[in-house]
């Protein structure tokens, strides 16, 4: 459970933003977490693209959106393990645009959490309260406390016990227009690339080398397993899926060395989406919207404090280009600013001219 802490509450918002059937995305997330811990014995991270999921939320994507954006990054991935683009890609991202976009993300999501949180402000204030005290707290994490409030208030409500119970249902068969897979990639899909490259693919890569040196897994093969599970989870109700390498340290760090934790997780959300989906789909329906914007705005905190990472004056043009072209339109426009701010205006403000190598 050790990078729970952001799938939750990216996937309620998912489940209660954009009315994503839990059935479906459980099963997915827990069948790749099942073949990722079976094919790499690893604990390698499944966890939603942020990019898209602070997008898709934000906006108030509708389902069928959600499944196109999955299918084309799935499509993306594939090619780009298939030719190495991914290489090229990160070679010419500096750390300054991944910033601004993840920077972006935060105040998105903040201000989607804001929204929720002003409908019951007195539970908004406690639980910003809980996410405050418990941000970095490993006995009881925000998110887990959190969530556990609004099943408590929900008993007292009596919402509970209107639930329908363990009930067998298989994930939904979805689909798309090919008209959707354009619109997700502009409103979001393009400024995700650089972001998972960097930090889904390369630094998850080096951290795998870090912690397991003989056990060394390549950028491509990543890249494929991305593809994959997209591709085939945009047809069973799942949401755009990578890996991480903030999950991973998280994982790491609670103590999972082996596949075997991929395994066990991916079991307990395979059963929750088989024989719970119904009552998880009733039971978010009437979860507390302001403890939901309070686990929202610790994903958007933790995403925003990218901005104190950046300490040469070199760096803050690129970044606050992305971050407010991004802000103003969409992070596809945002991201192409920050690479026009990095390899053309730095350069001439700078007096050294230079090509972007590409």
């Known amino acids: 459970m050790g990078d729970f802490g952001t799938l939750f509450p990216l996937a309620v918002g998912y489940m209660v933003t954009c009315g994503l059937d839990p059935s479906g995305f459980l099963v997915v997330m827990g069948l790749a977490n099942i073949v990722t811990g079976l094919v790499y014995r690893l604990p390698l991270p499944v966890e939603p693209m942020k990019v898209l999921a602070v997008t898709a939320v934000a906006g108030h994507w509708p389902p069928y959106l959600v499944f196109a954006s999955t299918f084309t990054m799935g499509l993306v991935w594939l090619f780009f393990a298939a030719t190495g683009l991914i290489d090229r890609v990160a070679k010419i991202t500096p750390p300054s645009v991944v910033r601004g976009i993840q920077a972006s993300l935060g105040v998105l999501l903040a201000m989607e959490a804001l929204r929720l949180i002003d409908g019951d402000l007195l539970l908004g204030v406690a639980s910003v309260l809980v996410v405050l005290l418990l941000r970095d707290n490993a006995r009881a994490p925000a998110a887990l406390v959190l969530m556990g409030m609004g ?26 227009a090919l008209g959707d897979m354009w619109h997700s990639l502009v409103q979001g899909g393009f400024a995700q690339i650089p972001l998972t490259a960097t930090n889904a693919v390369i630094a998850t890569s080096a951290l ?57 997780e991916g079991v307990l959300e395979v059963t929750l989406g088989l024989f719970l989906g119904s009552s998880l789909a009733r039971l978010f329906e009437r979860f507390p919207g302001a403890i939901i914007g309070a686990m929202m705005l610790l994903v958007g905190l933790q995403l925003t404090t990218s901005l104190v990472l950046v300490k040469r004056d070199r760096h803050l043009l690129p970044l606050l280009a992305t971050l407010s072209v991004s802000l103003a339109t969409n992070m596809a426009f945002g991201f192409l600013a920050g690479l026009f701010a990095h390899h053309i205006l730095l350069p001439r403000i700078s007096g050294d001219e230079k090509k972007p190598e590409l």
């Open 208 to 264: 795998i080398s870090e912690y397991w040196p003989d056990r060394r897994i390549s950028e491509r093969r990543l890249s494929l397993n991305m593809g994959i599970m997209n591709c085939v989870g945009a047809f069973l109700g799942g949401f755009p899926l990578c890996s991480g390498a903030g999950g991973l340290a998280g994982q790491y760090y609670f103590g999972a060395r082996t596949g075997g934790a991929n395994i066990i």
């Open 151 to 176: 099943v408590v208030i929900l008993a007292v409500r009596g919402d509970l016990a209107s639930l329908p119970g363990i009930r067998f249902s298989l994930p939904p068969l979805t689909g798309f």
